[in-house]
């Protein structure tokens, strides 16, 4: 059983930024690709960023390109989201989540997620 506990969302302006943490238990962390993804109101669950299991590989949702940054701490068993210059659309829960490394499909069932709220 593979658990996420995503934590770090919060109220910020436009234009701020927040650091997003998910801490994994309960599987092979080390082997795993990992994704955040968010849910904004209104709206389907969309991919975000992802990160290959040793960190090498990253991948991002093309409207955060050059503003997020997904990374991870295998000894930790964390994966982060630093968001910088955060839009008030980016708001919604967002959530990490094992994956696909291919594909990027989550794998697993969703955690809680984390409220990101931005104002304008």
């Known amino acids: 059983q593979v658990q996420v506990i995503e934590s770090g969302g919060g109220l910020v302006q436009a234009g701020g930024s927040l650091r997003l943490s998910c801490v994994v238990s309960g599987g092979s962390f080390s082997t795993y690709s990992m994704g955040w993804f968010r849910r904004a109101p209104g709206k389907e669950r969309e991919f975000v960023a992802s990160?290959?299991?040793?960190?090498?590989?990253?991948r991002y949702a093309d409207s955060v390109k050059g503003r997020f940054t997904i990374f991870r701490d295998n000894a930790k068993n964390t994966v982060s989201l630093q968001m910088n210059s955060l839009k008030p659309e980016e708001t919604g829960v967002y959530y990490c989540?094992?994956?696909?490394?291919?594909?990027?499909?989550?794998?697993?069932?969703w955690g809680q997620g984390t409220q990101v709220t931005v104002s304008s």
């Open positions: 989540s094992r994956i696909v490394a291919v594909t990027r499909a989550p794998l697993g069932s």
């Open positions: 990160i290959s299991w040793n960190g090498g590989s990253t």
